[in-house]
Structure formats: C-alpha cells, structure tokens
C-alpha cells in the first residue's frame, strides 16, 4: 500500500483535467481504485481547490455554470464520503513537526543565498538579480506559505504512523525543494513527487 499526501496544487487536475499530467493522474487514479494507494488531503486544502474551481470559472472564465457545479459536487462528494480523498485534519503534533521544517525553509535557497547578499540589501536589487539569471524567478519564490510547511509537518506525522511508503504530491517547486532538502537530510520527512517532473514509468517503479 502506497500512502499519497495531496497539495491542493495537484487535486484540481483530477477534475479540470490538464493533458500534460493526465496520463500520470489517471495512473495514480487506477491504483487507487485498485486498492493499492490511499489518498489523503489537508482539511485546509478543501477550500484551496474550492476556490481554485471558482477561479476557472469566475476569473479565467473557461468553465460553464453548468461543468463549475458539476466539478464542485464530484470533489466534495468524494471528499465528504471518503471515496476519493481522506479528510486530513490538523492536530497538534503538526505545528510541533512544523519546528523542523522552519530551518530548511529559511536557509535552503533563500533569495539571499541565491544572490549572494543578505539581510539588509535593497529588495528591488535583490529581485532583478534574481530575474537576471531566471526572468521567471522572484522573491516571492523563495518563500513557503505557512500552510505548505504544515503540509510537510502533515506528511512527518503520516510518515510517524505508517512507517513507510508515505509520498506528498506537489505541483509547487518551493514546496517540493524544501521537502526534498529535508528528505535527503534524513529528517522524517514524506518522500516529495513533483507533478511536472513525473512519468508512469518512474511511478510504477517506486
């Protein structure tokens, strides 16, 4: 059994479907419907992929009254009946867990470290060094929610409980690099997946 911990990031694509991750989402879908996975998701996600439905269709404006209520009814009922997605809740020993991701996420690629300055230095210099060697890059970048950390602190309690196999799915790279640092430095971290990053082949050989 494979344990999959979800970013709100990633859950909207089983329902406004993206071509680029479908082929990877629909094989995690099979297994799961196969027995083989379990799906959990952070209580707090609920509303994230809730307004990210909204989005689509109030500011992108690509999804009809009709497909929005229709989108919205199939993730609540499967989140309400525990078809598709475990309701993850937050507890305690998440914000203790949360203490040893708040080192990693303040000295592992910061928009100081990534520039070479430090606390102090002009922001605005800051952010066109960064642009200079990434236009896409940015300060904003370098910095995780305080909801992606208790993300991770979710994913360490999960990994305390069933020992192993315990993955968190991301499309988010600040939140799956931070994971991935903390992974690698033996902390009891969930193993991190990047969505764009994966392929069936690599997923099945897990």
């Known amino acids: 059994m494979r344990y999959f911990l979800f970013d709100a990031s990633v859950v909207h694509h089983f329902y406004i479907p993206n071509a680029k991750y479908k082929k990877v989402l629909d094989y995690l879908l099979s297994e799961n419907q196969r027995g ?10 609920v509303a994230e992929v809730l307004n990210s439905f909204a989005k689509y269709r109030f500011r992108f404006k690509t999804l009809t009254a009709e497909k929005y209520k229709e989108v919205r009814d199939n993730f609540l ?20 867990n949360s203490d040893d ?8 690629d910061t928009e100081y470290t990534a520039t070479e300055t430090t606390f102090g230095d002009d922001l605005e210099t800051i952010g066109k ?7 896409n890059d940015s300060i904003s970048k370098h910095y995780l ?4 950390i208790l993300l991770i602190s979710m994913g360490m309690e999960l990994r305390r409980i069933l020992k192993k196999n315990i993955y968190m799915l991301t499309k988010d790279k600040r939140l799956y690099n931070v994971c991935n640092e903390g992974f690698n430095q033996g902390k009891r971290f969930a193993r991190p997946l990047h969505l764009p990053q994966l392929t069936v082949q690599f997923l099945s050989r897990l």
């Open 101 to 108: 991701v708040f080192e990693i996420e303040h000295s592992y």
């Open 36 to 45: 083989q996975s379990f799906f959990y998701l952070p209580s707090f996600c």
């Open 145 to 148: 929610s305080t909801y992606d």
């Open 77 to 96: 009922d499967h989140v309400r009946y525990r078809k598709l997605f475990y309701c993850y809740d937050l507890h305690r020993y998440h914000n203790l």
């Open 129 to 135: 060094m960064l642009k200079e060697k990434d236009k």
